[in-house]
T-cell receptor, first 111, second 113 residues
Framework: ETGVTQTPRHLVMGMTNKKSLKCEQHLGHNAMYWYKQSAKKPLELMFVYSLEERVENNSVPSRFSPECPNSSHLFLHLHTLQPEDSALYLC??????????FGSGTQLSVL | GEDVEQSLFLSVREGDSSVINCTYTDSSSTYLYWYKQEPGAGLQLLTYIFSNMDMKQDQRLTVLLNKKDKHLSLRIADTQTGDSAIYFCAEIPAYNQGGKLIFGQGTELSVKP
């Protein structure tokens, strides 16, 4: 148990659906991240929030929309996804020392 | 540019030592990390080394850093079947913005009984 909880663990959605991924941490960290992990590719950093403000957006398509209402919660809103968006989406948090604590991820399948 | 490279696979027998290698390009990196990912789980921080160190030992794990060659390695002594996982090397550049780590592709370690 890393202290970072992601829900749901698995998600299957059609290309016209709208869904949200949720991440929660109670480690007192001030930075939260979304990563995408696809087979045979390096981890891709999608979004970084520090003190609830987005500090980085790595040219992610607008069909992915993050939300950070407070320092403990992070969401990734999904709409009109493509099959190539199927991947493991990992949330992480950090106290600013570079050490990341990851959740178990949401395995997303887009049909 | 920023790039971290690892070989994709390593297979060892139980009880042997495993050595996982990593090369990186950013000489200004302050910290270098090793993460472990077990099947169906997220990444877990295993160990890390500060860039002014050459070696760090933590129980069965030994991290070696060669700054001149930009080469990092993770040695696992007496490898067990429970060590089977994907191991990621990561660096944090000195200009770090928001804790952005650069990850390698991961090395899948398979431990055979």
């Amino acid at each position: 148990e890393t202290g970072v909880t992601q829900t749901p663990r698995h998600l299957v959605m059609g290309m016209t659906n709208k869904k949200s991924l949720k991440c929660e941490q109670h480690l007192g960290h001030n930075a939260m991240y979304w990563y995408k992990q696809s087979a045979k590719k390096p981890l891709e950093l999608m979004f970084v929030y520090s003190l609830e403000e987005r500090v980085e957006n790595n040219s992610v398509p607008s069909r992915f929309s993050p939300e950070c209402p407070n320092s403990s919660h992070l969401f990734l809103h999904l709409h009109t996804l493509q099959p190539e968006d199927s991947a493991l989406y990992l949330c992480a948090s950090s106290g600013g020392d570079g050490k990341l604590f990851f959740g178990s991820g949401t395995q997303l399948s887009v049909l | 540019g920023e790039d971290v490279e690892q070989s994709l696979f390593l297979s060892v027998r139980e009880g042997d030592s495993s050595v996982i290698n990593c090369t990186y390009t950013d000489s200004s990196s302050t910290y270098l990390y090793w993460y472990k990912q077990e099947p169906g789980a997220g990444l877990q921080l295993l160990t890390y080394i500060f860039s002014n160190m050459d070696m760090k030992q933590d129980q069965r794990l030994t991290v070696l850093l060669n700054k001149k060659d930009k080469h990092l390695s993770l040695r696992i002594a007496d490898t067990q079947t429970g060590d089977s996982a994907i191991y990621f090397c990561a660096e944090i550049p000195a200009y770090n913005q928001g804790g952005k780590l650069i990850f390698g592709q991961g090395t899948e370690l398979s431990v055979k009984p």
